[in-house]
C-alpha cells in the first residue's frame, strides 16, 4: 500500500495492520524527508496517547497529517511503531 499526498508517495509498505479502518505503516516505511514536527496531542482510551507529525511537500503543509503511539497500551501493542495518516492522504493498494 502506498500514502500518497500532494502528488507524492509519503509512505509505502505491504506491512499494513488496519485498526478502527485506520492503515497503520511502519514507521520505517515513512519518508521522513517529507515529515516535520507538529506538537498536537490526542488521547484515546483504549490505545494511549498520540503524536502527530505534518507533512511538507512541494512547498505545501498539511498540519498533523500523520499520528503514532510512541507509547500504546497493551491492548494497542499492534500499533506500537506504526504510522497512520489523516483525512486528505490517500491511501492506495
Same mark, same amino acid.
Given at each position: 500500500? =502506498? ?11 505491504? @506491512? ?6 485506520? $492503515? #497503520? ?21 483504549? =490505545? ?11 512547498? @505545501? ?6 499520528? $503514532? #503511539? ?24
Amino acid at each position: 500500500m =502506498k500514502a500518497i499526498w500532494n502528488g507524492v508517495t509519503v509512505a509505502e509498505s505491504d @506491512d499494513i495492520v488496519t485498526v478502527e479502518g485506520n $492503515h #497503520y505503516f511502519p514507521e520505517h516505511a515513512l519518508k521522513k524527508e517529507y515529515t516535520t514536527f507538529s506538537n498536537h496531542r490526542t488521547s484515546c482510551v483504549w =490505545k494511549g496517547q498520540a503524536h502527530y507529525m505534518s507533512l511538507l511537500v512541494n512547498g @505545501d503543509m498539511k498540519p498533523d497529517a500523520i499520528w $503514532h #503511539y510512541p507509547e500504546p497500551t497493551e491492548a494497542a501493542q499492534e500499533i506500537k511503531g506504526r504510522v497512520a495518516f489523516g483525512p486528505g492522504v490517500q491511501i492506495v493498494e
